[in-house]
């Protein structure tokens, strides 16, 4: 299974499935959890140490990412959301207070 991000950390997350895996898959579509919502992603990019860091702090693919974390996931917190985009929370909070639009 792959996953690819490339509005944060710009990785490709990789990861080996066995038979049984594979089948339940492709005859039951039952997928593994770990690429199924972008925080997951997010979280395996950031604990394998490739964390990217902007230039500008408040660029908009941080903006939107977070908002887009929070749409997927209302009670996510702000530490989490600065963990999963390398930066601190009282950021992740001045991100949140912008408009991603």
């Given at each position: 299974?792959?996953a690819?991000e490339?509005r944060?950390?710009d990785?490709y997350?990789?990861k080996?499935?066995?038979a049984?895996?594979?089948?339940?898959i492709v005859?039951d579509?039952?997928w593994?959890?770990?690429?199924l919502d972008?925080a997951?992603?997010?979280?395996?990019?950031?604990?394998s140490?490739?964390?990217?860091?902007?230039?500008?702090?408040n660029?908009?693919?941080?903006v939107?990412?977070?908002h887009?974390l929070s749409r997927?996931?209302?009670?996510?917190?702000?530490?989490?959301i600065?963990?999963?985009l390398g930066?601190?929370?009282?950021?992740?909070?001045?991100l949140?207070?912008l408009?991603p639009w």
């Amino acid at each position: 299974m792959i996953a690819q991000e490339e509005r944060v950390h710009d990785n490709y997350c990789m990861k080996r499935i066995d038979a049984r895996v594979a089948a339940g898959i492709v005859t039951d579509a039952i997928w593994p959890e770990d690429f199924l919502d972008f925080a997951s992603v997010l979280r395996l990019e950031r604990e394998s140490g490739q964390i990217a860091q902007f230039l500008d702090p408040n660029c908009h693919a941080l903006v939107a990412t977070a908002h887009d974390l929070s749409r997927e996931r209302p009670d996510i917190t702000f530490d989490e959301i600065g963990y999963l985009l390398g930066i601190i929370p009282s950021h992740a909070a001045t991100l949140m207070a912008l408009n991603p639009w």
